[in-house]
């Protein structure tokens, strides 16, 4: 039973926490800090927090588990907020979609002995939805969850983090940070790049108000994701930049290549190209899915 969780960030991923935490009862008074005020408040409405603060080390004092769930780039601050007064046991761990920029500001900010306390991660569920309204208890029941321990953790640190996760019904992984940063950038940054350019390209057309009145079924599918938070995804395409730039031209030589086959009226070679993209999408996913509710989580229903 966690006694006081400091929730930093209140949004969908960490008021989703809390509320899962709350609902299973096993969180005694969830303590919120987010900039805004009227985020807090709502946070309290809705019975994501019980005591709003005012600042980072507030929430973080006496706390025994922290969860920072702020965009990427607002965590080295929050960090350096808390260092002051966090608790020697507390477990401090996050919801990043980046973690080695995570990883580097937590270093910075945080002492030796702190800095062991802190246990990276990353769940990979999500909507394109945002703020406290979006939160939901089961967002991650059967989703996975990807632990980045660091050099620095204990065992029975990373447990404690591993113990959090599987009690809101995630499925824990773990990974090397640099790792996670290269599978990500592939299966979930690159796909809400190509959403967010594709809706942008269309929206520059002259033609575009007729453009979106005929659009149907697959463009809706295809630029769902584009409704993510923008601030939340320029975030993680700047602290994942390294990974991302290469992945995008993995994509765009591929569109190049696409490209060519249309112009040279090659059949044979798109047809070759579709075959081999269905092929694998078939063997990913199941061939109708009703509900898929993932922004990040880059999969809407995986075979198993
Ligand atoms: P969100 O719904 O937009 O919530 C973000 C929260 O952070 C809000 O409560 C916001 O409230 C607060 N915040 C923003 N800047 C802050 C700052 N400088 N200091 C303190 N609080 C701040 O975002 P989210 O979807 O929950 O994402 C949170 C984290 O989880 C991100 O790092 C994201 O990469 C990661 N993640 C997201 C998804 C997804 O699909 N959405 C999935 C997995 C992981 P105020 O405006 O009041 O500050």
């Not at 926490?17 to 919120?32: D, M, N, P, Y």
């Not at 592939?186 to 942008?200: D, E, K, N, Q, Y």
Request: charged letters at 20%; aromatic letters at 6%.
């Amino acid at each position: 039973m966690i006694q006081r969780l400091a929730l930093i960030g209140m949004g969908l991923i960490g008021g989703s926490l809390s509320l899962a935490l709350k609902q299973r009862g096993l969180v005694q008074e969830v303590v919120g800090y987010s900039r805004q005020l009227q985020t807090r408040l709502r946070a309290r409405e809705l019975g994501i927090i019980d005591v709003p603060v005012d600042s980072v080390a507030e929430a973080v004092s006496g706390a025994d588990v922290v969860f920072v769930a702020t965009p990427v780039q607002a965590m080295a601050g929050v960090f350096q907020a808390m260092a002051g007064t966090l608790s020697p046991d507390a477990l401090i761990t996050d919801g990043g979609s980046v973690k080695g920029a995570v990883v580097t500001a937590a270093e910075h900010a945080l002492s030796q002995d702190q800095f062991a306390q802190f246990v990276p991660g990353h769940p990979i569920a999500g909507t394109e939805r945002s703020g406290p309204d979006a939160a939901f208890a089961e967002l991650f029941v059967s989703h996975r969850v990807i632990l980045t321990p660091t050099s620095a953790n204990s065992a029975a640190m990373i447990r404690r983090a591993e113990d959090l996760w599987r009690s809101v019904g995630a499925q824990v992984e773990k990974m090397g940070v640099a790792h996670h940063d290269h599978i990500l950038a592939a299966t979930s940054h690159l796909p809400h790049v190509a959403a967010f350019s594709l809706v942008s390209a269309l929206s520059r057309l002259e033609e575009r108000y007729e453009v979106f009145r005929y659009a149907a079924g697959g463009f809706r599918d295809f630029s769902r994701i584009a409704s993510s938070d923008p601030a939340m995804w320029r975030d993680i395409c700047l602290t994942n930049r390294d990974e991302l730039l290469p992945m995008l031209d993995h994509y765009l030589a591929e569109l190049h290549q696409m490209r060519s086959l249309i112009d040279q009226r090659d059949s044979q070679g798109i047809e070759q190209m579709f075959v081999g993209a269905k092929a694998v999408r078939d063997a990913l996913y199941r061939p109708i899915e009703p509900q898929s509710n993932s922004s990040d989580s880059g999969a809407e229903s995986p075979r198993s």
